[in-house]
């Protein structure tokens, strides 16, 4: 039996704030692994880093490249302090990244939060950059969580995660579904810049559906596509935005008519990958919008779906930020930390980039 203390950091595209965990995680044979989540925190990002991570898209190289390593001082400090207050020993930490650009069809994607400036504040080595190996071994980059499914938690259930996109999967089989809270909270922020998003969906569930922008929305190409597919802000800015911007809904409008639009779409994914009668889990953010489960309650009903709640409140909250902890072990391990028939890749590889820490790094020497 081996045992593994490790940090996993997970920032979504959202943009609300940073997740970290701390696990442990027990290999009893090899392949068969429990965890133990030890602590978590959620640490928000404050207005300038938002507004900074928000626009960083349109901004030019020196701008970009700046962020990415001042993004890496800023996770450095947040995991050194949260190490600090919990008193943790990690064997290793994994930092996703905040996702700024994701176009796997044009063979990219970038996260940024510099794993070697990040790495300068810690004692143990860094994972990160998780997406790009499957990106160049023609996968989507994503959905990267699956693997974690597959080993951490109960089988033959459905698992939804409402973040800032919507993603679904059952036994490996998985993909985005659609833009969730990356929309919901654009749109209320936009509204209100005090607003960070609408609490308990109340906001939706104060208003009216429009009927034409459903459709609109609904009868996007991307739904007709078969998997693996993902979907990116790009995606969003070109298709979603334009749509409300023609119908100009009121905020509330807007709002209900996107929740009837994930929950539609939500229930259409569990039709693809024949998961009626299946229990499914519900995590993210969204799990906490009191009128969005509402809408996919009434939606999975009809598919004998039940939700189940039967993981800890924590596991929860804090699903990813846990399983990019067990992506970065499987990563030092040499093994595979994707499943190529949820991402679409050539192959399966341990998928991540190993960083050493300044002061004893050749305890983790190789040769």
Not at 147 to 166: M, Q, R, S, V
Not at 227 to 249: D, F, M, N, Q, Y
Request: net charge negative.
């Amino acid at each position: 039996m081996k045992q593994y203390q490790g940090i996993g950091m997970m920032s979504g595209t959202s943009m609300d704030g940073l997740d970290i965990v701390c696990c442990k995680f027990t290999e009893e044979e090899p392949e068969q692994y429990q965890y133990e989540l030890l602590a978590a925190e959620t640490i928000d990002f404050d207005p300038k880093w938002e507004a900074r991570l928000k626009h960083l898209p349109a901004q030019p190289a020196e701008v970009y490249a700046k962020t990415d390593v001042y993004f890496g001082h800023w996770l450095g400090r947040q995991v050194k302090a949260f190490i600090e207050r919990h008193g943790l020993q990690p064997d290793f930490v994994a930092s996703h990244g905040q996702t700024i650009f994701h176009q796997p069809e044009k063979s990219f994607t970038a996260q940024i939060g510099d794993g070697e400036t990040l790495v300068a504040y810690l004692n143990c080595p860094l994972v990160c950059n998780f997406r790009n190996k499957d990106v160049a071994l023609k996968g989507e980059g994503a959905p990267l969580v699956p693997l974690g499914e597959k080993y951490l938690f109960p089988p033959d259930h459905l698992y939804l995660n409402l973040g800032g996109f919507a993603n679904i999967s059952l036994n490996g089989r998985a993909f985005d579904v659609c833009a969730c809270n990356i929309v919901l909270n654009y749109l209320v922020r936009e509204h209100e810049a005090s607003q960070a998003f609408d609490e308990g969906g109340a906001i939706a569930a104060s208003g009216h559906l429009d009927e034409n922008l459903l459709s609109a929305l609904n009868g996007l190409p991307y739904y007709r596509q078969k998997p693996p597919k993902t979907l990116g802000w790009e995606w969003v800015s070109r298709h979603i935005l334009p749509l409300i911007r023609r119908a100009r809904p009121r905020l509330s409008d807007a709002l209900h008519t996107l929740v009837h639009h994930i929950a539609i779409q939500s229930a259409y994914a569990v039709d693809s990958l024949q998961g009626a009668g299946k229990p499914i889990i519900i995590t993210g953010g969204g799990r906490h919008n009191t009128f969005l489960m509402q809408q996919l309650r009434e939606q999975l009903a009809s598919r004998q779906v039940e939700i189940a709640d039967h993981l800890p409140a924590e596991t929860i909250d804090f699903k990813e930020a846990i399983i990019f902890a067990f992506l970065g072990l499987r990563v030092l391990q040499g093994k595979a930390n994707v499943l190529k028939e949820a991402t679409g890749a050539e192959v399966a590889a341990p998928c991540g980039s190993v960083h050493l820490p300044p002061i004893g790094s050749e305890r983790f020497a190789l040769l």
